[in-house]
């Protein structure tokens, strides 16, 4: 159930993460970081996914890492993106916050799943 979750929540980060995509590019001509941003920020959800067909629980915790892994990298991303000014606070804050609970799931469900027998 927690998987369906994450993966939902990932979903649609992933769409706001395209959408931040366009914006970036056609609004302020942003082609580098966004790039960078586009392709970490919807591989989290890519790998939760493939996650759900891991032939074990090693397997499984191997994709949830590579998760949590693209959604520091994004993270890492959206700050250069506000600390440049390509993002005001405002719009920082909302996305941010969203990249932020999805690692601590992240971390959450690769925790217990080490800790399960």
């Known amino acids: 159930m927690a998987e369906s979750i994450l993966l939902e929540k990932s979903y649609k980060f992933a769409s706001r993460i395209v959408r931040l995509y366009s914006y970036l590019c056609n609004e302020k001509h942003e082609?580098?970081?966004?790039?960078?941003?586009?392709?970490?920020g919807?591989?989290?959800g890519a790998y939760i996914k493939e996650a759900q067909q891991a032939e074990g629980k090693s397997a499984f915790i191997q994709d949830m890492n590579a998760a949590l892994k693209r959604a520091t990298r994004t993270e890492y991303w959206l700050e250069l993106l506000r600390d440049g000014?390509?993002?005001?606070d405002k719009e920082f804050d909302?996305?941010?916050s969203d990249c932020k609970e999805l690692m601590k799931m992240l971390t959450s469900t690769i925790k217990t799943s080490k800790t399960r027998t």
């Open 31 to 40: 082609y580098v970081l966004s790039k960078n941003v586009l392709q970490d």
């Open 94 to 96: 909302s996305i941010h």
């Open 42 to 44: 919807t591989f989290v």
């Open 85 to 88: 000014e390509y993002l005001d």
